[in-house]
């Protein structure tokens, strides 16, 4: 024979179980959602790192705009002074630093040539990554309001499922109901049926005077293994 309570323990425990899965699914959530906002994160961050290079790229390009620009003048007072001058020896000075002045111009119209060419590599990396936010942002924000909608109905599944647990509570003799709930808060189910001599819940033979006591029903029997509340499934 069944002991009274188990039949009420057992719809409790059904019920329970349902609040606990309720509970973890709701659990998962936030880490859903920080992965979702992290993807976001990151997509932003690679925007900037692009847009970055691509200004630092820009402003050496000036700085070398404004040492071109230094050394053309540099070139036209030496080739005014030349013009100038009377003495052979000065004129082959000046006709110096003339072709000095020229080849680094020419240095440093190379070294722009390549910045220019990093610019437009910059600039394609800056779109490319705009471009993959862009894509993305709406899957991104639609996946969050899923997240949120599953979160609220959660929330509302789990203060019903509270509710019921609540309910089958009620009539469940207290002795049985404080037994119930102290093996739940270490193992889940806690009340299980022995079956082949064996207690459904560790799955470990149950001793002849456990089983004799599931069976009388008069008391509630504990598996001597695991301590969970066991019955004896008549068949
Ligand atoms: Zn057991």
């Not at 997509?43 to 847009?51: D, L, S, V």
């Not at 013009?83 to 082959?92: F, H, T």
């Not at 020419?106 to 490319?128: H, S, V």
């Amino acid at each position: 024979m069944r002991h009274p309570a188990i039949e009420s323990l057992l719809i409790l425990q059904d019920r329970e179980q349902t609040r606990r899965a309720l509970g973890q699914n709701l659990g998962m959530i936030p880490a859903d959602k920080a992965r979702v906002e992290q993807k976001i994160a990151a997509e932003r961050a690679a925007i900037e790192t692009a847009k970055a290079e691509w200004r630092g790229l820009e402003s050496r390009k000036k700085l070398l705009e404004t040492e071109i620009g230094g050394a053309e003048d540099r070139l036209a007072k030496y080739r005014t002074q030349q013009s100038l001058v009377k003495k052979n020896d000065e004129y082959q000075a000046l006709g110096h630093e003339i072709e000095t002045t020229e080849a680094k111009i020419g240095e440093l119209e190379e070294q722009e040539l390549e910045i220019m060419f990093a610019i437009d590599q910059a600039k394609e990396r800056f779109a490319a990554a705009e471009q993959e936010l862009n894509d993305n942002i709406a899957d991104h924000t639609d996946r969050l309001k899923v997240l949120d909608d599953r979160d609220a109905s959660l929330r509302a599944d789990l203060g019903a499922a509270e509710t019921a647990c609540e309910q089958a509570k009620i009539g469940i003799e207290a002795r049985a109901l404080r037994l119930f709930e102290q093996v739940a808060s270490r193992t889940f189910p806690a009340c299980v049926a022995v079956e082949g001599g064996k207690c459904g819940g560790c799955h470990l033979r149950v001793s002849g005077e456990a089983e004799g006591v599931a069976r009388k029903g008069e008391e509630l029997a504990r598996c001597d293994q695991c301590g969970r509340i066991i019955w004896w499934e008549s068949s």
